[in-house]
């Protein structure tokens, strides 16, 4: 949304660009809003043979998570789902990965150790660090190593059966969910031959041996690219979902955000609105929220009081000068843009409001390379390197494209010149 305070005339771009990845429904406080597309294409993927990689993108808020989650929990027929959500916490040692795989794996065995040492044999009992393998009982509390973690892995390994076994007990295959897979990044910082050993043990038991579906959710627009360089090989496929549609998003604000606050009058005003807020859900939501609060203390709610606003226009604000306000932001790399870059940038987005985005390739070779890759990392566009589900542009061309992150196609007026706060190059 911080797109709204760029170019001079600062104009609208419509609802519905580049955000993550979750185009079924969306998981907020006003219940899950259906999108019944990407909740068929995703059921339909995550459950086909051969099982693959999957890698779901977008940015932060607009329900990656929930979808997965309402695809795998609304299709109980079809999937066992083992969670490991990478969001709750740090996954930056050995014994932080062993226990976060520990923990989702062990039920999955505890459920199904009967039938499949009937059938198959043998022991179905993970233990914990091998400690029901002859280990001793200090060795079960000592700190994990690199070794244990691998250990693990290959004891899961050799107790799956193929996906094809299940079905032969109408039991739903095991389907492996990682929610922010990007923090593993910070294992990656530490020990990067262990992260190796994970993420090809992913791609062993999904593609090659064919026992469960992995998918990995991240906000980070080139984590896909990061996990393809780091496998050598392209082994995983990647989904990018944005917002809603206009008419989704018309039908969210009037059937479900209005009742739900109280806020009746403001039905019909969708279209005025949406320039403000774009068409995610949560900023939907928020900003019904803050009118009916507003409306309560008697006050007039204006755009400039949107707290989403105000903090999108501080922050591009920031952007104008990198180098001194960004420089406290942890991110591994110092902004690589100028603020003429942002403006530029920002202007062609606003340009482009008929179709929500602009070419990867044409801010290329009007910034250069570093600028656009920076401001991407820097979280002031976002990058779509597929067009796989993604309906909420229309048409949009076999090529990476970017948007604003925020609202790609919400570009509301400014009521501060910005763009005179910075001279040009």
């Not at 179905?124 to 190593?145: M, Q, W």
């Not at 090659?208 to 393809?228: A, C």
């Not at 496998?231 to 979902?241: D, E, F, G, Q, R």
Request: aromatic letters at 12%; proline letters at 7%.
């Amino acid at each position: 949304m911080f797109a709204m305070f760029v170019a001079k005339s600062f104009k609208r771009l419509p609802t519905g660009g580049i955000n993550k990845l979750h185009n079924a429904r969306y998981s907020t406080d006003t219940g899950f809003f259906n999108r019944k597309r990407e909740i068929a294409n995703f059921k339909e993927v995550f459950s086909a043979d051969p099982a693959d990689l999957h890698v779901v993108l977008g940015p932060p808020s607009t329900g990656k998570t929930a979808l997965v989650r309402e695809v795998i929990n609304s299709s109980e027929c079809c999937f066992n789902p083992i969670f490991i959500n990478l969001r709750t916490g740090q996954f930056d040692t050995p014994q932080k990965v062993y226990d976060s795989i520990y923990s989702q794996f062990k039920p999955f065995f505890n459920k199904h150790k009967t039938l499949l040492k009937n059938v198959l044999g043998g022991q179905f009992s993970l233990g914990y660090a091998g400690f029901n393998f002859g280990y001793s009982l200090y060795d079960k509390y000592r700190e994990k190593t690199s070794d244990d973690v691998r250990t693990l892995l290959d004891k899961i390994s050799n107790r799956l059966p193929n996906r094809s076994f299940w079905y032969g007990y109408q039991i739903p295959p095991p389907i492996l969910i990682v929610d922010e897979a990007n923090l593993f990044s910070q294992l990656g910082h530490k020990d990067e031959t262990l992260l190796k050993s994970i993420l090809n043990w992913f791609v062993l038991n999904s593609k090659e041996k064919q026992r469960f579906h992995v998918v990995l959710t991240s906000s980070d627009s080139f984590f896909f690219n990061w996990i393809v360089n780091l496998l050598n090989v392209p082994h995983a496929t990647p989904y990018v979902v944005g917002d809603l549609t206009i008419q989704e998003a018309e039908e969210y604000f009037e059937k479900h955000i209005l009742p739900l606050h109280g806020c009746g009058e403001l039905s019909g005003k969708f279209d005025g609105i949406r320039r403000t807020t774009g068409t995610r859900m949560l900023i939907i939501n928020k900003y019904v929220k803050e009118y009916k609060i507003h409306k309560n203390d008697g006050i007039e709610f204006e755009e400039s009081r949107f707290s989403v606003y105000e903090s999108e226009y501080q922050k591009l604000k920031n952007g104008l000068h990198p180098s001194s306000e960004l420089k406290i932001l942890d991110k591994p790399s110092p902004p690589f843009w100028e603020g003429h870059h942002l403006i530029n940038a920002m202007d062609a987005i606003v340009k482009a409001k008929d179709q929500g985005f602009i070419l990867e390739d044409d801010l290329v070779k009007k910034i250069g390379s570093e600028p656009v890759k920076s401001l991407v990392n820097y979280n002031f566009l976002h990058r779509r390197p597929t067009r796989r589900f993604a309906h909420d542009i229309i048409s949009p061309p076999n090529r990476i494209i970017l948007t604003a992150m925020n609202q790609p196609q919400s570009v509301p007026t400014m009521v501060k010149p910005i763009t005179k706060l910075i001279p040009p190059p």
